[in-house]
Structures are given as structure tokens and as C-alpha cells.
T-cell receptor
Framework: GAVVSQHPSRVICKSGTSVKIECRSLDFQATTMFWYRQFPKQSLMLMATSNEGSKATYEQGVEKDKFLINHASLTLSTLTVTSAHPEDSSFYIC???????????FGPGTRLTVT | DQQVKQNSPSLSVQEGRISILNCDYTNSMFDYFLWYKKYPAEGPTFLISISSIKDKNEDGRFTVFLNKSAKHLSLHIVPSQPGDSAVYFCAATYQGAQKLVFGQGTRLTINP
């Protein structure tokens, strides 16, 4: 149980374009989903917390107009990187949490490369 | 302000021996702690957790110990296996909080 999927697993896009990453909880309803970013040899950096049906809460320093998050249903959240630049190249990971506990279950991650 | 700290960036252990990964925290509000394991280019996998009302939780080869007075927790893996080689993150949270606060991670290498 507690399986989270992400799509795509890796994506290459040109500078200036937008790319959407999907995160799905496959066998549970996720009232809260989280988006993280991981730089090489560094820890997980929380970007934002999203609750189903409401606006995401962004961490300090994360541009909400650049990283658009939508949590339209209890099983799906999307992260759209708008007007991507090479410095946005990173490993993006989502996680999902049920109401019954604080454990977060992570997706497999998406490697974004902006050329 | 690093509220959760893993002071050892790496640890090397011989196969079959015990691996001990340590984590310290500063926020006394934290009342729930978790350990995650992460392979390169994959998302973290939940391993084991402990509530502050306990001082030990065991699941197979994995045991987590919590010392609240020292604000310290540790993850014991015994016996260590080659597949345990990964980066291990400890995380903390408190009741009412949605997010987890992660440590920097410790890279564990199990040598044959």
C-alpha cells in the first residue's frame, strides 16, 4: 500500500518553455501533497505544501508564479515549472500524506533538464 | 537554523555488522520522528517511525531509539546487508504540523 507515482520520470525541455509534472497517490486518498527539490549531494528541500481544493503554501524563497501547483483531487497534484531556465534543472520529488498519520509517501521523482 | 541534524555525512560498515545512524534535533515541540532510505535518482522510502511517547520501536532488522532528554534518535540496522547501502534521512514533525523537517542525510555503505 501507500504507492505514489510521478510522471514523467525524466524530461528535457528548452529554456523558456513550461513543463508539467504529475503526482498521483495510487491506493489512498492524499489530503495533503508536498513538492520537494533535491540538488546533487544535498538534502530534500521542501518547495510547497498543497491541500486538496485549496491554494498551495509555498516555502520562503520559492517563486509561486514560477512553480504552479494544483491539487485538484484527492489523488492528483501537479507541478508546472513555467518559463524554465537551466538553473531549474533538478530532481523534483512529490510526496503524499493521508489524514491518519504524519508519514509521507514519496514518488520516484522526476529529473528535469532544461537546455 | 537546522532543526534536525545528521552530523555524519557518511558511514561505512562491514556486511553482517550493526549500522548505527544518528540524528539530533533542537525543537522540543517535535513529537514524531521518521527514518527514510533513499537510493540515487529515486524517491525516499519510509522505513520506520517513533512517537515521543516511546523510546524504542522495532521492525525486523530496523530499530529506532529515541532519547528525548538528549534530543537524539538513532537507527540501528542489524545485520547490515549490501542492499542497505543508501542515503538515510531522519525527519521530525509535531502534532498539527503538516510538513516534515529533514536532516541532511547520511550515506551508508555496506562493504562485503
Amino acid at each position: 500500500g501507500a504507492v505514489v507515482s510521478q510522471h514523467p520520470s525524466r524530461v528535457i525541455c528548452k529554456s523558456g518553455t513550461s513543463v508539467k509534472i504529475e503526482c498521483r497517490s495510487l491506493d489512498f486518498q492524499a489530503t495533503t501533497m508536498f513538492w520537494y527539490r533535491q540538488f546533487p549531494k544535498q538534502s530534500l528541500m521542501l518547495m510547497a505544501t498543497s491541500n486538496e481544493g485549496s491554494k498551495a503554501t509555498y516555502e520562503q524563497g520559492v517563486e509561486k508564479d514560477k512553480f504552479l501547483i494544483n491539487h485538484a483531487s484527492l489523488t492528483l497534484s501537479t507541478l508546472t515549472v513555467t518559463s524554465a531556465h537551466p538553473e531549474d534543472s533538478s530532481f523534483y520529488i512529490c510526496s503524499a500524506r493521508e489524514d491518519r498519520g504524519p508519514e509521507q509517501y514519496f514518488g520516484p521523482g522526476t529529473r528535469l533538464t532544461v537546455t | 537554523d537546522q532543526q534536525v541534524k545528521q552530523n555524519s555525512p557518511s558511514l561505512s560498515v562491514q556486511e553482517g555488522r550493526i549500522s548505527i545512524l544518528n540524528c539530533d534535533y533542537t525543537n522540543s515541540m517535535f513529537d514524531y520522528f521518521l527514518w527514510y532510505k533513499k537510493y540515487p535518482a529515486e524517491g525516499p522510502t519510509f522505513l520506520i517511525s517513533i512517537s515521543s511517547i516511546k523510546d524504542k520501536n522495532e521492525d525486523g532488522r530496523f530499530t529506532v531509539f529515541l532519547n528525548k532528554s538528549a534530543k537524539h534518535l538513532s537507527l540501528h540496522i542489524v545485520p547490515s546487508q549490501p542492499g542497505d547501502s543508501a542515503v538515510y534521512f531522519c525527519a521530525a514533525t509535531y502534532q498539527g504540523a503538516q510538513k516534515l523537517v529533514f536532516g541532511q542525510g547520511t550515506r551508508l555503505t555496506i562493504n562485503p
